[in-house]
């Protein structure tokens, strides 16, 4: 059975088609769907009952569910969301105002194994399809009852290590037949490819591009990212640029800070020389604690001087406000969700 989320609007068309289904039925599909958010083809109002039941046999909408919900008292939603193989990712919702983020996993464990993150805590089971990504923000608009406004794909795995499925349900979330949501305000994060970020340049893609980079210098980053081991800085740096010249988007540099490890007065000297030779911003996050993990968040003193630090060296950096902690839902604390 096809994933119907897998699917652009021409394949949608040709498997009507193959119904002897004139073409403006594919429209109707996409609208129930994508617009209404009706996942159940049996609700399809002005599609005849009869191709209602082969639709069904035929297609799945939802492959995955929610085996899991847990509320953070800040409002944050997370979803541990269960495949039919019986594998799982967690995914998240973030509200702020009239803003409905959806932090989306692209791969079931990470292989990255970055040393202050859940995420990767025992390596990498599968990659996600397409339509598994963008499925993700169906379960969590039924959760919140409103729709998803933007997208940060930051959750569990490497983006650009399950790169055609990422860029395809990009695709498929700005697509106007489709999810709708402006390319402004999708962001994908990836711990530093530059050949894959050289690829995402190529795409006709306005989307924002941030970079987990968490150390200012090669030796220190290599420690906290294995996977950083065969990408010295200054090629990432000249990706990183590459993408702007292309894509006239700035980068965004993440940067979690870990109390005596990459919070010195020298690594913010070191992080404002890299910040001064690219277009981008800087966010900082502090650490969020991880059972089993020996690192911890600097006092906010100690945030707010090395903030101060780039901000003379004329860096724009910001301070991300940690959300749905309690409920093991903020930066680096998403994993498979064992147990259930």
């Not at 010295?232 to 800070?257: D, G, K, Q, S, W």
């Not at 003193?301 to 950096?317: K, P, Q, T």
Request: some cysteine.
């Amino acid at each position: 059975m096809n994933h119907l989320l897998d699917m652009t609007p021409d394949a949608v068309a040709g498997e009507l088609a193959s119904l002897g289904q004139p073409a403006y039925r594919a429209g109707q599909v996409l609208e129930w769907v994508w617009r209404r958010g009706v996942t159940d083809f049996a609700e399809m109002a002005n599609l005849p009952a009869e191709l209602r039941r082969r639709l069904a046999d035929r297609l799945a909408i939802l492959t995955g569910r929610p085996a899991r919900r847990t509320d953070a008292a800040d409002g944050v939603i997370k979803l541990l969301v269960e495949w039919p193989d019986h594998r799982h990712v967690e995914t998240v919702l973030i509200p702020a105002g009239g803003r409905r983020t959806a932090c989306l996993s692209t791969q079931v464990g990470c292989p990255v194994g970055c040393a202050f993150c859940a995420s990767g805590i025992g390596g990498l089971e599968r990659t996600l399809s397409a339509g598994e990504i963008v499925e993700q923000i169906f379960h969590l608009q039924a959760a919140c009852r409103q729709r998803v406004t933007h997208v940060v794909v930051m959750g569990m795995g490497e983006p650009l290590l399950n790169y055609d499925a990422t860029v395809a349900a990009v695709r498929a979330m700005i697509d106007p037949a489709r999810g709708g949501i402006s390319a402004r305000r999708v962001t994908v994060s990836t711990v530093g490819l530059p050949n894959q970020i050289r690829r995402l340049a190529g795409e006709d893609l306005p989307i924002t591009l941030a970079i987990s980079l968490h150390a200012p210098n090669d030796t220190l980053r290599r420690e906290l990212i294995p996977a950083a081991r065969g990408v010295p800085l200054e090629e990432l740096i000249r990706a990183a640029a590459e993408f702007f010249a292309r894509r006239h988007r700035e980068v965004t540099l993440e940067y979690v800070l870990l109390a005596g490890v990459n919070d010195s007065p020298a690594c913010a000297a070191e992080l404002a020389a890299i910040a001064r030779r690219l277009r981008c911003n800087v966010n900082l996050i502090r650490f969020n604690p991880v059972p089993g993990l020996d690192f911890r968040a600097p006092d906010e003193r100690d945030v707010r001087g090395f903030r101060d630090h780039l901000r003379a060296a004329g860096v724009n950096v910001h301070i991300r406000a940690s959300r749905g902690a309690d409920a093991d839902a903020a930066c680096g604390q998403l994993r498979r969700g064992g147990g259930v």
